[in-house]
């Protein structure tokens, strides 16, 4: 189901407003909204368009860009928040990615939303995840708004010329299969697996 399906239910809807009577034509709204929901959880309506560039201060208060980062290889854009269970429930699953994909140039970057009041927790909980990928901090959330971010966790795949390949709202076991497999499509077949132990030596040296 796409959003032009359903834009043109919408109209059809209106048309017939005057031919149905209330409950009939609350009903068909009720329908509507579940449909559009269900596209919310998918595929989003951006992929293929252009990803925002952006310059944002890791936590060593480094500035990381986008554009910097695409020379390498795609790059997983991952907005999120130390107060949403969700995002940290898909915390497992980026890393499972990045550490799949990293030796074929995949990066991945988890940007923080959180504010003033909870932004001082962002380094500790990653640090106890044990996550070995970029995070960068967007209190103002003007990156965010860039990339059109209603609710977090929101996971965006960007390819190396800049357009959107695959972009998710929230968190289900089968999103990570989804992500997976469009992030394979970006890169060699012949990707050069990780070599056993490299993970607990990165995060060792931390």
Partial sequence: MTYALCDGIMRWVLRMGRLMTYRRLAGLAIVLAALLVLTGTGVSVGADKKAPEFTLPN???DDVTLSELL????????????????CIKAFPDLQEIFDKYKNCGLKVVAISIDGPKS??????????????????????????????VTSVPRTVLVRTDGTIAYAVTGYRPKNHEELDAAVAKLLPEDCPEEEEGETGEETAGE
């Fill in 59 to 61: 936590l060593d208060g």
């Fill in 71 to 86: 020379e390498d290889g795609p790059v997983i854009v991952d907005f999120w928040a130390t107060w949403c269970k969700p």
């Fill in 119 to 148: 932004m001082s927790r962002v380094g500790s909980l990653i640090k106890s995840k044990g996550n070995t990928f970029e995070v960068l901090l967007d209190p103002g959330q003007k990156v965010a708004r860039k990339f059109h």
